[in-house]
C-alpha cells in the first residue's frame, strides 16, 4: 500500500481523520494525499475567474486542516480538483493509483442521526477503491482483532483481500444466513478461508442487523464488509446515506471491492 487518499469535506471531524490516516501511513511508510473537490457556479458576464479564486481557497482550506494535525515523517501532498468528489476520485485513481481511501462518515452532513452522509455513502457505492470509514474523534491503535462479515463465501476477484492484509493476517469470520442464502454462499472462498482465524455463522434478515446483533455481545477493532450491491451495502444502492437506526459501528470500517 503506498497511496492513501483522504477526501477533506466541511466536518469539524476532517481534522482526527486526517490525523488518523497519517498515523496509519507512517506505519506502511504509505502518502497521504489530501483531497478536496471543488465546483465553479458562473453568471453570465463574470470578468474575474472564480475557477482559480475557488481553487486558491480550496487549497488554503486544505493547508489550514494539515497544519493543525502532526504529519510525522509521513509525505503529505495536496489535491483540488473540480467537479464532483466521486469523478475526481476515479481520475487521481487513473493517475496515481489509490491503494485506500481514508474518510469519516459524515465528510458533510451535519445531521446527528446521520451514520454514512450523502458525499461518504456516493464515495463508497460509485467507486471500487478499499475504503477506510474512520468514526468521528477517533484515535489510531494498532489492529488486533478483526472482524470480517458477510452473506456470502463467494468472491469475484482475486486479490480483494490484499488490503486487509495490512491491518492484520487473520481475522475471525461472521457468515450471516438471510432468507436468500443457498447453500453456494455458506462456502468459504480461498481467500476467505486462508485468512481464517474462526468461523461464525448466524441467522437474520440482513447482513446489516446481523452484524448489529453480533456486534452488541462482541468487540473487535475493525469491521471488514464487502461492496455488493446485494449484501451489506445494499441499501446505499436505494439511497447515498444510511442512518444511524439503521446500522452504526464505533470502530473503523474497511469497505472492500466485491460488487457482483
Known amino acids: 500500500m503506498k497511496n492513501i487518499l483522504v ?5 469539524e471531524n476532517a481534522k482526527s481523520t486526517l490525523q488518523y490516516a497519517i498515523d496509519y501511513a507512517e506505519t506502511i511508510d ?9 465546483n465553479v457556479m458562473t453568471k453570465a458576464g463574470t470578468i474575474i475567474n472564480m475557477g482559480e479564486i475557488i481553487e486558491r481557497e480550496t487549497n488554503l482550506y486544505m493547508r489550514s486542516i494539515v497544519s493543525m494535525v502532526n504529519v510525522k515523517n509521513v509525505d503529505v501532498k495536496l489535491i483540488a480538483a ?6 475526481s476520485i476515479k ?13 469519516g462518515p459524515k465528510s458533510n452532513s451535519i445531521k446527528d442521526d446521520v451514520f454514512l452522509g450523502n458525499t461518504s455513502g456516493s464515495i463508497v457505492k460509485q467507486t471500487e477503491i478499499p475504503t477506510l470509514i474512520v468514526p468521528e474523534s477517533y484515535t489510531f491503535n494498532p489492529i488486533k482483532d478483526v472482524l470480517v462479515a458477510f452473506k456470502s463465501g463467494k468472491i469475484n476477484k482475486q486479490g480483494v483481500l490484499n488490503p486487509l492484509q495490512n491491518f ?15 447453500e453456494e454462499d455458506l462456502i468459504l472462498d480461498s481467500e476467505l478461508e486462508s485468512i481464517k482465524s474462526k468461523l461464525t455463522i448466524i441467522k437474520n434478515d440482513t447482513t446489516f ?3 448489529n446483533e453480533f456486534l452488541e455481545y462482541n468487540s473487535t ?6 461492496r455488493r450491491q446485494r449484501g451489506f451495502f445494499k441499501k446505499l444502492w436505494e439511497k447515498n446515506s444510511i442512518l444511524k437506526s439503521e446500522f452504526f459501528c464505533d470502530v473503523p470500517l474497511l ?3 466485491g460488487k457482483n
Open 209 to 211: 442487523k446481523g452484524v
Open 91 to 103: 481520475a487521481i485513481d487513473n493517475e496515481i493509483r489509490i491503494d485506500l481511501i481514508v474518510l
Open 255 to 257: 469497505i472492500l471491492s
Open 30 to 38: 504509505a502518502k497521504v494525499f489530501v483531497f478536496r473537490a471543488y
Open 168 to 182: 492484520a493476517n487473520n481475522a475471525e469470520l461472521l457468515l450471516v444466513k438471510t432468507p436468500n442464502t443457498d
Open 221 to 226: 477493532d475493525l469491521l471488514c464488509v464487502f
Open 82 to 87: 473540480k467537479g464532483t468528489a466521486v469523478d
Open 7 to 11: 477526501p477533506i469535506g466541511s466536518s
